[in-house]
């Protein structure tokens, strides 16, 4: 039965690259869960990140924001007291905006001993979850070693069902089983292919949806947004079986690189190749055995999320939720010589989006692809449209997508944009850069994608002739004119208001409209030229 409330399904995988969905082309592996969900929604098939790390990420998700403008650069760069996010917008409009599983948020301690706010009062708490109620934070940490971000409720519950241990997380869901039923650390590659000790139905990724289920079901009429944010297919790249031998090596889509980018003359770039988890991922013997699980991953991923899909049917609530399935960055698996995420080649920085809109105005958009450039900061002024918000453009840097999921043509953005702080990275010393000349900055038109490199030459690729981004034009004197028109569109965004946002463009208006404040006058000469003016002297100075 459809409810007269509107719900928002906030669904974000970590790590997932958009290339490895059966929906975005991939033959290697099928998904068909989300392949319904985007024959029932739109597919965007040009979305990116604003970092391709997940920290910053996220924090872009969270305010509608580039990373430039909430300061949060890197992963445990708190995001600073005072940063509006969507559930700050949200709750204005009386949606309760909650969290089951993962953010990555780092709170600003320091900034809210200063305004005095308690870590432990409802705004403290607000705060420090970057402004969800949090029915479940599960951010896939150790707990031994990283205290204070631990997954206290997985933890509990691999316990309540027999599988205890000092840290149930690292023993259960991160220990593997080996061939001789010895235990081994998921935290090694070699380890990759032998099924993790904890069964498939306890697994990160089955316990959340079914958070996520539990939460959905105790909700009344009272609009809500549901973060639901998994884990995986982030590391450790351990899966419960049968996840785990599902793929072999000859699943495996082809590398993606070549010995021109090896052999690269940019100094960034080598010392990216030459960092340990690229050296890794760049030999076959790793990437033969890491990838198919990685694979297994999103396809346990898949089969949940066919879980919960069924959830919503059987329950109505697919009449009144819009859905949402994102990534907060991609994977490169040994492609361009690297491993991790990082840097701005697609498979990194593009990610999958998938919306279902419920709304009867969607209907003409469904099962369809849109090749607009979108950012991961068009979420949240999106959703504050869905539940009849007005537009906050001093604030959002991001757009609202609903006319593109409506069946409208709107101007859009002419290019997207995604910034990487890479200060902490051992690439920065090793290329000998000072922290603070550390950025990046990618600007992408559709065709060319340009990376801005501070103190270096940029990168430069063609994705019309050159899609698999192997060729770097960056130094080639060739494509200068490319090169300057990109930096110009560099310069034209660095040059936009981004951190007014305390006044609204209404206001400004206003304030402009009335001149000075009452009661305030300057440069006047006489009375006359004030009544030309139309105005009178103070009450308090009229004499």
């Given at each position: 039965m459809a409810r007269n409330a509107k719900n928002v399904l906030f669904i974000m995988a970590d790590q997932l690259r958009w290339d490895y969905l059966s929906c975005y082309g991939a033959t290697h592996i099928e998904t068909p869960h989300l392949d319904a969900l985007a024959a029932r929604g739109v597919r965007f098939d040009r979305a990116y990140v604003q970092s391709p790390i997940c920290g910053p990420s996220r924090m872009s998700f969270y305010t509608g924001r580039y990373v430039r403008s909430h300061g949060s650069t890197w992963n445990g760069f708190p995001l600073r007291v005072g940063e509006p996010t969507l559930g700050d917008h949200l709750r204005e409009l009386g949606v309760k905006c909650s969290l089951v599983g993962k953010t990555h948020m780092t709170p600003d301690i320091a900034g809210m001993k200063r305004l005095g706010i308690e870590p432990d009062s409802t705004i403290g708490a607000l705060v420090a979850e970057c402004g969800f109620d949090v029915m479940v934070r599960d951010d896939g940490t150790n707990h031994t070693d990283y205290p204070g971000r631990c997954a206290e409720d997985y933890d509990a519950y691999l316990r309540s069902h027999g599988m205890g241990g000092e840290n149930p997380w690292e023993e259960w869901a991160n220990t593997a089983v080996g061939p001789d039923g010895e235990w081994l650390s998921g935290w090694m590659l070699e380890n990759a292919p032998y099924p993790a000790r904890v069964p498939k139905e306890h697994s990160e990724s089955a316990w959340l949806t079914t958070r996520g289920i539990e939460y959905i079901e105790a909700q009344g009429d009272q609009p809500w947004l549901c973060h639901?944010?998994?884990?995986?297919?982030?590391?450790?790249?351990?899966?419960?079986?049968?996840?785990?031998?599902?793929?072999?090596?000859?699943?495996?889509?082809?590398?993606?690189?070549?010995?021109?980018?090896?052999?690269?003359?940019?100094?960034?770039?080598?010392?990216?190749?030459?960092?340990?988890?690229?050296?890794?991922?760049?030999r076959d013997a790793i990437r033969d055995i890491v990838a198919p699980v990685y694979m297994g991953l999103i396809k346990e991923l898949d089969d949940q999320l066919g879980r919960l899909f069924a959830y919503l049917e059987d329950s109505g609530r697919m009449d009144d939720t819009l859905i949402v399935f994102c990534s907060d960055h991609g994977d490169n698996m040994g492609d361009h010589w690297m491993g991790e995420k990082d840097l701005f080649h697609d498979c990194s920085a593009r990610v999958p989006?998938?919306?279902?809109?419920?709304?009867?105005?969607?209907?003409?958009?469904?099962?369809?692809?849109?090749?607009?450039?979108?950012?991961?900061?068009?979420?949240?002024?999106?959703?504050?449209?869905?539940?009849?918000?007005?537009?906050?453009?001093?604030?959002?840097?991001?757009?609202?997508?609903?006319?593109?999921?409506?069946?409208?043509?709107?101007?859009?953005?002419?290019f997207a944009v995604s910034e990487y702080d890479y200060s902490t990275r051992d690439a920065r010393r090793a290329a000998g850069v000072d922290q603070n000349d550390a950025r990046l900055v990618m600007i992408f038109d559709g065709r060319w994608k340009y990376v801005h490199v501070e103190t270096m030459r940029p990168l430069l690729f063609d994705l019309d002739t050159d899609?698999?981004?192997?060729?770097?034009?960056?130094?080639?004197?060739?494509?200068?004119?490319?090169?300057?028109?990109?930096?110009?569109?560099?310069?034209?965004?660095?040059r936009r208001h981004h951190n007014r946002i305390t006044r609204d463009a209404a206001t400004v208006e206003a304030m402009a409209d009335a001149r000075e404040p009452p009661g305030i006058l300057i440069g006047y000469a006489n009375r006359a030229e004030l009544e030309a003016d139309g105005l009178g002297m103070p009450s308090h100075s009229d004499r």
């Open positions: 639901l944010s998994y884990i995986k297919p982030h590391w450790p790249y351990l899966v419960p079986a049968p996840y785990n031998d599902l793929y072999s090596a000859a699943d495996l889509p082809p590398v993606n690189r070549s010995d021109a980018e090896r052999e690269t003359d940019h100094p960034l770039m080598q010392a990216w190749i030459n960092m340990r988890v690229s050296k890794s991922f760049s989006l998938i919306v279902y809109d419920p709304r009867p105005a969607a209907d003409a958009t469904r099962g369809t692809r849109c090749e607009k450039l979108v950012e991961a900061i068009d979420l949240a002024p999106t959703f504050v449209d869905y539940y009849g918000g007005a537009p906050r453009p001093h604030i959002f840097e991001g757009r609202n997508l609903t006319p593109l999921l409506h069946g409208q043509d709107p101007d859009w953005r002419p899609p698999d981004e192997l060729n770097d034009l960056g130094a080639d004197p060739a494509y200068s004119d490319t090169l300057e028109r990109m930096r110009n569109l560099h310069f034209d965004w660095t």
